[in-house]
């Protein structure tokens, strides 16, 4: 074993630590001490112990075992279970195995190979034994991207029809056989993104404020009849739910939020300075 440090506290953790922050911990903490990237003299063996407690702490049986037991779990000595890392860790610049239950921890980061987020910082490596598609990119529209669209594109001379799916975001790639497309969204005026909830700025009038009323919000799919409550405050943030864009994996949408804006008119007339005055007066 290569230390008997507690492995919650190499990667910073607490003991009811979610798989997914041991898997964000690990990532973290490999990227900050590999030993390509890190020059300090212990950045080796702090990556080591790092990938030995990412080993056990990302594989539901070993983390029972190591809450119960500690250390003493995987001692040959103790009679309790044997080396979790027989046949040792990968060798080479990357020196780890992804062999347990807890999967890639770079799983999501849309990399051909895990060892390709490293190659990326560092250069080099493991660059030779990685397939590398060419990658293009390709500029949409706001609502293209969320309502999904195919569009007919020319690569290598060659034109192709893409299907972009719906709920596509600024920096999605598209991964095909021959090529990977990463696409650039074009901002929208009205809508502003945020994952896949939507945010719109609606203005309304003092006396709408004051008084309640309603008002119509643009939507993805038309126009909604929004009531505004009597009192309400400029700035007020409204959530309509399952009106935002479509999750690009999984079932569902984001939601739309609408933020009302209370408008003071710059130019009174006569009539409408006398009844403020008047309201003021009753305040």
Sequence with gaps: MVTQRDYYEILGLKKDATAAEIKSAYR????????????????EEKFKEINEAYQILSDEKKRQAYDQFGHAAFDPASG????????????????????????????????????EIFESFFGGGFAGNV???????LTISFMDAVNGVEKEVEIEGKKRTIKIPA?????????????????N??????????GNDLYVDQRISF????????VNVR???GTLKLKVRPGTQSHTLIRLRNEGVKRIQGSGRGDLYVRLIVTVPEKLS????????????AE
């Design 219 to 221: 939507t993805l799919d």
């Design 167 to 183: 709920g596509a975001d600024d920096g999605t790639r598209l991964r095909f056989d021959e090529f990977e497309l990463s696409l």
């Design 28 to 43: 973290k903490m490999a990227l900050k001490y590999h030993p390509d990237r890190n020059k300090e003299k212990d950045a």
């Design 80 to 115: 309790m279970g044997g080396n979790p890392f027989a046949g040792g860790f990968r060798q080479g610049p990357f020196t780890w195995s992804y062999q347990t239950s807890g999967g890639n921890p770079f799983e999501g980061m849309d990399f051909n190979d895990p060892f």
């Design 207 to 214: 006396s709408t404020a004051a008084l309640g009323g309603e």
């Design 270 to 281: 006569r009539e409408q300075k006398k009844l403020i005055e008047q309201l003021r007066d």
């Design 131 to 137: 397939r590398r598609r060419p990658r293009y990119s």
């Design 185 to 194: 969204v074009r901002p929208d005026e009205y809508f502003k993104r945020e």
